[in-house]
């Protein structure tokens, strides 16, 4: 089913004076919809007949305040909302170029996004007064993976030209390059001091240092499920869509295309955990064998840690929004043993979400909400309505913002 509006807060998230917890976690429900988040597309059949296109929201960002998120979507728009209102604040097109992976700066007034159509030019654009600021050129493929630096202007994007960029926002020239074997997906740590790299087709991941990135990683890892050889043989293999650390750096969360996230040690390179419970959102095909590379429209932002980085959200091609416990992941040290299973973590908890597939989940780094997307938009906050023991003891663990 659909998710019904609440009327808790009348949509709008407050601030968090609490601990993350399972029951807070458990009673979060939709507060917000927004039905028109996307233009619907043409018709299905020639002549104006039929239902019209399904489109969706491919990528969304809260700024580091979290009192704002843009989304972009495939209708070739951008919009901006109030996470604090719970209001739509304005609608800015790009029909021209097309947008995706938005990303805000350190200001609340810009972002950056990756095109669409036309050209793989990175955009740098100001909400305040809709202009380009900076154009990034160098890719010859579309860009799939981009990210801003936590602490400064650089921000680096991966493409489908098999290489990694690095830019800085105040010079249109590309400052670091690395040329990869296939496509790669890229993910600062917490510090920026690190960035991590994943190779598709290799199950590598390329961990360097920011300062050094002209040399060779410091580490490798090998992203290898043992627990994929009982399923099938040969083992599908993985592909993945998106890469988070966690906010201690000491965690790599790997989402992937298929029914499975992992969980992986930063600093060994240890297969700590096996997220299952959703359905991938890669198109299943009748031919075989079924590719296992997402289709247009399948963003790889369906899956991100909670601010604390004791909970995961995901999504799924049923619409559903999982939650994740994370808290007792188990210790791995010593030599990488790729024949160890990894922990099976079952969600803690599967929402009804969307009618159509869930494609993109955020908490917001400063408030206690979330943000799902798919066809539409929806804002969740926890529902006051719950266990009054529940609640009281949670209120007792107040520590201040996350």
């Given at each position: 089913?659909?998710?019904?509006?609440?009327?808790?807060?009348?949509?709008?998230?407050?601030?968090?004076?609490?601990?993350?917890?399972?029951?807070?976690?458990?009673?979060?429900?939709?507060?917000?919809?927004?039905?028109?988040a996307?233009?619907?597309?043409?018709?299905?059949?020639?002549?104006?007949?039929?239902?019209?296109?399904?489109?969706?929201?491919?990528?969304?960002?809260?700024?580091?305040?979290?009192?704002?998120?843009?989304?972009?979507s495939?209708?070739?728009?951008?919009?901006?909302?109030?996470?604090?209102?719970?209001?739509?604040?304005?609608?800015?097109?790009?029909?021209?170029?097309?947008?995706d992976l938005?990303?805000?700066?350190?200001?609340?007034?810009?972002?950056?996004?990756?095109?669409?159509?036309?050209?793989?030019?990175?955009?740098?654009?100001?909400?305040?007064?809709?202009?380009?600021?900076q154009?990034?050129?160098?890719?010859?493929?579309?860009?799939?993976?981009?990210?801003?630096?936590?602490v400064?202007?650089?921000?680096?994007?991966?493409?489908?030209?098999?290489?990694?960029?690095?830019?800085?926002?105040?010079?249109?020239?590309?400052?670091?390059?690395?040329?990869?074997?296939?496509?790669?997906?890229?993910?600062?740590?917490?510090?920026?001091?690190?960035?991590?790299?994943?190779?598709?087709?290799?199950?590598?991941?390329?961990?360097?240092?920011?300062?050094n990135?002209?040399?060779?990683?410091?580490?490798?890892?090998?992203?290898?499920?043992p627990?994929?050889?009982?399923?099938?043989?040969?083992?599908?293999?993985?592909?993945?869509?998106?890469?988070?650390?966690?906010?201690?750096?000491?965690?790599?969360?790997?989402?992937?295309?298929?029914?499975?996230?992992?969980?992986?040690?930063?600093?060994?390179?240890?297969?700590?955990?096996?997220?299952?419970?959703?359905?991938?959102?890669?198109?299943?095909?009748?031919?075989?064998?079924?590719?296992?590379?997402?289709?247009?429209?399948?963003?790889?932002?369906?899956?991100?840690?909670?601010?604390?980085?004791?909970?995961?959200?995901?999504?799924?091609?049923?619409?559903?929004?999982?939650?994740?416990?994370?808290?007792?992941?188990?210790?791995?040290?010593?030599?990488?043993?790729?024949?160890?299973?990894?922990?099976?973590?079952?969600p803690?908890?599967?929402?009804?979400?969307?009618?159509?597939?869930?494609?993109?989940?955020?908490?917001?780094?400063?408030?206690?909400?979330?943000?799902?997307?798919?066809?539409?938009?929806?804002?969740?906050?926890?529902?006051?309505?719950?266990?009054?023991?529940?609640?009281?003891?949670?209120?007792?663990?107040?520590?201040?913002?996350?």
């Amino acid at each position: 089913m659909p998710p019904q509006p609440s009327t808790s807060n009348n949509g709008a998230a407050v601030p968090s004076t609490i601990l993350l917890a399972n029951s807070i976690m458990n009673r979060f429900k939709p507060a917000k919809i927004f039905k028109s988040a996307v233009d619907p597309g043409p018709p299905t059949t020639p002549g104006g007949q039929g239902r019209p296109t399904a489109r969706h929201i491919t990528g969304i960002s809260f700024d580091d305040r979290g009192d704002t998120l843009v989304t972009a979507s495939e209708d070739e728009t951008f919009r901006l909302y109030n996470c604090k209102t719970g209001k739509t604040l304005k609608t800015l097109y790009s029909k021209k170029y097309g947008v995706d992976l938005p990303r805000f700066t350190h200001k609340s007034t810009t972002i950056v996004h990756a095109s669409t159509k036309e050209d793989d030019t990175i955009r740098y654009h100001s909400l305040h007064d809709n202009k380009y600021l900076q154009y990034f050129k160098g890719h010859k493929g579309k860009v799939i993976s981009l990210e801003v630096s936590p602490v400064d202007d650089g921000f680096m994007s991966g493409s489908v030209d098999k290489t990694v960029r690095l830019w800085d926002l105040r010079s249109p020239a590309c400052r670091g390059l690395l040329n990869l074997p296939s496509i790669p997906i890229v993910a600062y740590d917490s510090t920026g001091v690190v960035f991590a790299v994943a190779v598709n087709h290799y199950s590598r991941i390329l961990l360097y240092d920011q300062a050094n990135f002209d040399k060779a990683p410091f580490l490798v890892i090998t992203l290898e499920d043992p627990t994929l050889a009982r399923v099938s043989y040969p083992p599908r293999p993985i592909y993945m869509t998106s890469m988070a650390f966690s906010s201690n750096g000491k965690y790599l969360l790997i989402g992937c295309s298929g029914d499975a996230h992992y969980v992986v040690d930063a600093f060994e390179g240890h297969l700590i955990a096996k997220l299952e419970g959703h359905v991938g959102l890669e198109r299943r095909s009748i031919n075989s064998p079924p590719s296992i590379e997402p289709s247009r429209g399948c963003s790889g932002e369906e899956v991100s840690w909670t601010p604390d980085s004791k909970y995961v959200l995901g999504g799924s091609l049923d619409g559903k929004i999982l939650i994740w416990d994370v808290q007792n992941l188990p210790g791995r040290s010593g030599e990488v043993d790729l024949k160890i299973p990894p922990m099976l973590i079952p969600p803690l908890t599967a929402l009804d979400g969307h009618p159509g597939p869930s494609r993109c989940l955020r908490f917001n780094p400063r408030l206690v909400m979330m943000c799902s997307a798919g066809a539409d938009l929806a804002f969740w906050l926890p529902d006051p309505s719950g266990d009054p023991d529940e609640i009281a003891r949670d209120l007792l663990k107040k520590k201040g913002p996350l």
